[in-house]
């Protein structure tokens, strides 16, 4: 190719590329109009964009949402694939509460785990009873898989927790019997989406007129 052809072939590209951009965009904004009288989507992208931003560079624990977006799209990929690789597994040889567990590793290695994005109504919260003897139920004395986040502040292992082919953070959820944590977990539409679907059901502690959520308890009682 000569040297004028190559001059030619980049603006050429560029121009085309563009022209196309503006074709789409034209009919974007004409779709809109024709169905709703107005068009707003270059706003509504630019406050959206403006909002994640903002939330993912000023959120403290960023680490967090850079967990929750892997185990969202690990859960999104569960459905005909193998189950994930586990950071740690375990026997189960204590609950203490409805999101803790104890697992002792295959090198008699103890190891506190913090269920991930998900917080159940406290020891003596309406509900916190129950919320143990459920998660008790589905993990007491079995081995146990974990996709390690984090570890807490209090030393402890923070994860999402597997029996087999089970989400056990979303099963606690989707009896009612744990909130979505919203504060550590607020992208993940996986947890979100069973709470929904747990309070339109009246599960578990949804059957109570006002539940309040166990943050909002530990608060008061400071």
Known sequence: ????ARGKTGPGRGRKALRNLLIVMAAISLLQYTSKGEVTWPVDAYHKVVTT???YATRPAAGWRRASDKLEKMGAAREGHP????????RVVRVADGDTVSILDSSKTQHKVRLYGIDTPERDQPYGKAA????ST???GKTVGVVVVETDDYGRTVGT???QD???NVAMIESGHAWWYRHYAPHN???????????EQGLGLWSERSPVPPWDWRRGRR
């Open 189 to 199: 539409r996986l947890l979100a989406a069973t709470e929904q679907q747990a309070r």
């Open 132 to 135: 143990k003897r459920v998660l």
């Open 166 to 168: 089970i989400n056990i």
């Open 83 to 90: 189950t994930p690789d586990y950071d740690l597994t375990g």
């Open 138 to 140: 589905l993990v007491s």
């Open 53 to 55: 931003l903002g939330d």
């Open 1 to 4: 190719m000569s040297r004028r």
């Open 161 to 163: 927790v597997y029996l």
